[in-house]
């Protein structure tokens, strides 16, 4: 198979140093010239002067990229492997390609995880299961492994369901494995939004943006669900406002691969006027309060929170934090100093950093339930290094991290909570505040 339409230019700046294959994750866990960014560039190269066939083996090397973006921020010489990793992505989609197993396996995620309300009706049986004993006995059984690799990654990412999990009180950006998984988190971004003076208005009928099926390179299910997004958002309104549709002054995302997505609009709706306007609106959460600010009425009831033991932090004994970079908010858009800022707005919280603070943690949309392997080798190191830096929370902005680092956090001799920095804000306010 050919690959045309790639941004062959962007190959061109490669002079294959190798800078990138220390912060590479696939290469990290698999050591291997071909499952490195140098390596698939060569590929490509390959490919495109007819030296190179693209069939499953040599697909296979690209189908173990996280899509991670570490390299690009890690090139000296500035090629864009993240354009060609996008653009490669949709080619690896051929039926040829890979398994029908695994086709089929895909093709069932990418028809849930995009649409809430399927993904509800699908957990619905397993309220009564998840984050209950009788998860932990089939855990500690042996009996998940039963269900073969794949599902069995799936098991062991499935937190405890909320009964919030199943209705949506708040419409910003809600993200559809996070409205469902972890609910708290939107609570806490309205909350925190609300404190600060700031109107939150509500889509309605909001759908998936797009990031997980964008990811795998499914353009046309992409962009069906970009435009769906941006129709949401087109005619809403704010309470108590007269009926009609009024512009938004932003659309705040709280999580990283959603925002991602969310501003490469314009590219993926080609060029479209109302994507690009869309999109310039985008901002992730830690962004966008950090350019506007705290209040100073929010600030002035933030609180200490408390130790595990529940004796407040104090300068002489601070809450230690370890902040988690996800990749799509640092490598994808440039986002690392905002969410640190804003924590160290909370009285007496100390903020600890990884060993290996750019290196993926596995999540990658998918990719930890089609790699599980891979992936539970690079959230076993990622666990450990958050775990090692002494701290007592961890800190993630997106709800891909949170779930895989949570899930190999339980693995560590001394697990540590993992929470949304904007949850940390709000806890710290609340307290403050006597709420």
């Known amino acids: 198979m050919s690959l045309t339409g790639l941004p062959a230019v962007a190959t061109d700046p490669c002079v294959h140093c190798g800078f990138c294959l220390p912060t590479c994750a696939s290469y990290r866990v698999l050591g291997t010239e071909m499952d490195s960014p140098r390596g698939r560039i060569h590929a490509l190269k390959a490919i495109a002067a007819g030296e190179l066939e693209l069939d499953a083996t040599t697909a296979s090397h690209f189908d173990s990229c996280l899509g991670c973006f570490a390299c690009v921020s890690a090139c000296p010489s500035g090629v864009r492997y993240d354009e060609l990793i996008e653009a490669t992505r949709p080619k690896l989609n051929a039926p040829e390609l890979r398994s029908p197993a695994q086709r089929a396996f895909r093709k069932l995620l990418l028809s849930l995880l995009p649409y ?49 999990a199943f209705r949506d009180g708040f419409r910003l950006l809600l993200g559809c494995v996070q409205r469902l998984f972890d609910p708290a988190v939107n609570q806490a971004v309205v909350e925190v939004l609300c404190a600060n003076g700031i109107e939150v208005v509500l889509p309605p009928d909001q759908g998936c943006c797009g990031a997980v099926t964008h990811h795998q390179g499914e353009l046309e299910q992409t962009r069906q669900l970009a435009s769906a997004v941006i129709d949401s958002f087109a005619a809403v309104v704010g309470p108590g406002r007269p009926a009609g549709p009024e512009p938004l002054d932003a659309v705040l995302v709280a999580a990283s691969g959603c925002g991602h997505t969310l501003k490469a609009y314009a590219e993926i709706l080609n060029g479209s006027a109302d994507a690009a306007g869309f999109a310039a609106r985008v901002a992730d959460i830690h962004e966008y309060l950090a350019s506007l600010g705290l209040s100073e009425a929010f600030t002035a009831q933030l609180a200490p929170l408390p130790h595990a033991d529940g004796t407040p932090a104090t300068a002489e004994h601070p809450l230690a934090v370890a902040y988690h970079d996800a990749c799509h ?58 775990a090692g830096t002494g701290a007592e929370l961890a800190a993630s902005a997106n709800i891909g991290c949170t779930l895989q680092i949570r899930r190999h956090m339980a693995e560590q001799e001394q697990p540590i909570p993992v929470l949304h920095p904007i949850e940390l804000l709000q806890r710290s306010w609340k307290a403050g505040a006597g709420r």
């Open 329 to 386: 908010m640092l490598h994808g858009q440039g986002i690392r100093d905002q969410p640190r800022a804003l924590l160290r707005q909370i009285p007496h919280l100390q903020l600890r950093e990884a060993t290996e603070v750019g290196v993926c943690c596995g999540s990658a949309g998918i990719y930890n339930l089609v790699q599980p392997a891979e992936a539970a080798e690079l959230g076993q190191i990622k666990a450990a290094d958050l």
């Open 116 to 164: 809430p309300n399927r993904l509800r009706a699908a957990l619905a049986p397993l309220r009564a299961y998840a984050g209950t004993p009788l998860q932990a006995l089939a855990r500690r059984s042996g009996l998940t492994r039963l269900l073969g690799p794949q599902v069995e990654a799936m098991e062991q990412l499935l937190p405890p369901l909320a009964p919030e």
